[in-house]
């Protein structure tokens, strides 16, 4: 990679529970370039950082958790700020954060053993965790919450927040979803369009989707569509340029309904469009419809 063309060095601890995808974050971390250690000891972190900044510097990332020698919450955020102290800057702290009942069923399928629950049901060992890791969790940079996060989602939900290429473009990420398999908490704003009338009530409509001509034209006849859209579309236009100014790199615009496959997949189409029109880089994502594209 082109020394020109990398952000200024930069650590990030990468912590959360188990089995919530911080060993997937930190591969991640490698294939974007970053120079990734896992369960360091605490004693050695500073030492690494400090060696890492006179070889010439590297973006390093660095996986910590309760398996961690010395670990404690307290000495993990003395830590980290004893690198701030030292011109390190900017050090973040990544936690992955995960539905207790989804951690209890990745560890039934996968037969893993949960670092607290050697002889106790997982459920006690994941409560346990929650406890040891919530001064981490509050004083996290960024939260990523897995629990309805595919690979390929995840993955790009990292590489929007930790690509060591520079860009000026803000890349937007317009997703429909549904409310009924959960919210995406990784969306940075989030519309419920479920005051829209439903094609799902409609025989002939009901085994299309929101990318079907039939069914755009049927919401589109909805009184209060055209005004939503309207406002909608005013507020993005308004904001894009904004989160530009401030620095913002990645942006995720979420819209909802009850199926995930009518309402919100229609919207989302529409304001994707707009987007791109707009020159801005966009990805289209329907949660769930397995659907996805790119432009």
């Known amino acids: ?33 970053w120079e990734v250690a896992d369960n360091l000891p605490l004693s050695l972190l500073t030492r690494m950082v400090d060696e890492a ?16 020698r010395g670990f404690s919450t307290e000495q993990v955020l003395a830590v980290i700020d004893e690198l701030r102290e030292k011109g390190n800057d ?8 995960c539905d207790e009942a989804v951690l209890q069923r990745r560890f039934t399928e996968t037969r893993r053993r949960h670092p607290l629950a050697a002889d ?11 406890q ?33 290429q520079r860009s000026s473009r803000l890349s937007v990420t317009v997703m429909s979803f549904s409310y009924i398999n959960g919210i995406p908490r990784e969306a940075d704003l989030m519309f419920d369009v479920r005051f829209l009338q439903n094609p799902f009530y409609d025989n002939r ?3 299309m989707t929101g990318q079907d001509s039939d069914v755009a034209d049927f919401i589109a ?46 919207v ?22 397995s659907d996805a594209r790119t432009t």
């Open 1 to 33: 990679m082109d020394p020109d063309n990398r952000s200024p060095n930069q650590v990030v601890i990468v912590s959360g529970l188990s089995g919530a995808g911080k060993s997937t974050a930190l591969r991640q971390f490698e294939d974007m370039g």
């Open 53 to 68: 900044g006179e070889g010439g510097g590297a973006n390093l990332a660095i996986g910590i958790d309760l398996r961690t």
């Open 90 to 97: 900017p050090v973040r702290l990544l936690f992955m954060d």
């Open 120 to 130: 106790r049901p997982v459920g006690d060992g994941i409560r346990q965790e929650k």
């Open 132 to 164: 040891r890791l919530a001064g981490l969790k509050d004083a996290a940079s960024l939260r990523i919450d897995s629990t309805n996060l595919s690979l390929p989602e995840l993955k790009r939900i990292l590489t929007g927040h930790f690509s060591l």
């Open 205 to 207: 409509l009901r085994p």
């Open 221 to 266: 006849r909805d009184p209060a569509f055209t005004d939503f859209m309207d406002q909608v579309e005013k507020l993005i236009l308004l904001l894009l340029p904004r989160y530009v100014e401030e620095g913002k790199s990645y942006l995720t615009i979420a819209f909802g309904c009850t199926g995930g496959r009518h309402r919100s997949v229609c």
């Open 268 to 289: 989302a189409e529409k304001i994707h469009d707009l987007v791109v029109k707009s020159g801005y880089f966009a990805n289209l994502v329907h949660r769930d419809l």
